[in-house]
């Protein structure tokens, strides 16, 4: 069955630090890689997809994410955090046409 | 553009009881899923939507939660009866056609199961 892995849980970091979140996915054949993260008290909201090209994709608010497919993964990356950072974030994945399949999710708290 | 809307954002009711949802997805998305998120855990999908038709609910438990699209638009997802492991929030989530890759998510609705 198809599995998204996020490794750590919960990350505690101070502003200005650097940040990888890592996700793993077993999933056969073609797939689309999502960052999602929710604010506290907002919606989902999406950070940065890939689904063909090149493997590193930035999305907003400084965040990036490289594909490696032979390690079946796709980190979460930005290079100093900020406060405004603390969230929780959700990597996902999908094949066109279907759902998201969503790992567990990691707690970002940055301190200020 | 107005985003995906959900109602009601909070519920409590006591075990046996049931209770709706209600989901009205961006203007013209033809694709709509609800997903359910325990505690702890990432969402899950609950059933997925294709206009007025039903893509997916290989993981709907049918025998306690239904789900209708009617005409194509708003939904509506029942539990009934509820459970305590039903406590979770209920999110919707919609797309412009099936095969869009950026799902707009609701605010979701909190159910409390007691």
């Known amino acids: 069955a198809q599995s998204v892995s996020q490794h750590n849980h919960h990350v505690i970091l101070s502003e200005a630090a650097s940040l990888e979140l890592g996700c793993n996915y077993s999933y056969g054949g073609t797939v689309n890689l999502f960052w999602y993260v929710q604010y506290p008290g907002q919606h989902l909201q999406l950070l940065l997809k890939?689904?063909?090209?090149?493997?590193l994709v930035k999305g907003i608010k400084g965040f990036e994410a490289e594909f490696i497919k032979s390690k079946f993964s796709f980190n979460l990356r930005k290079p100093s955090v900020q406060w405004s950072d603390t969230a929780e974030y959700f990597c996902a994945v999908n094949q066109a046409g279907t759902a998201l399949i969503f790992g567990k999710g990691t707690t970002l708290s940055v301190s200020s | 553009e107005a985003g995906v809307a959900q109602s009601p954002r909070y519920k409590i009711i006591e075990k046996r009881q049931s209770v709706a949802f209600w989901c009205n997805p961006i203007s013209g998305h033809a694709t709509l899923y609800w997903y359910q998120q325990i505690l702890g855990q990432g969402p899950k999908l609950l059933i997925q939507f294709q206009n007025n038709g039903v893509v997916d609910d290989s993981q709907l438990p049918k025998d306690r939660f239904s789900a209708e699209r009617l005409k194509g638009v708003d939904s509506t997802l029942k539990i009934q009866p509820a459970k305590l492991e039903d406590s979770a929030v209920y999110l919707c989530?919609?797309?412009?056609?099936?095969?869009?890759?950026?799902?707009?998510f609701g605010p979701g609705t909190r159910l409390t199961v007691t």
């Open positions: 890939y689904f063909s090209g090149d493997p």
């Open positions: 989530a919609s797309t412009f056609h099936r095969e869009s890759y950026e799902q707009y």
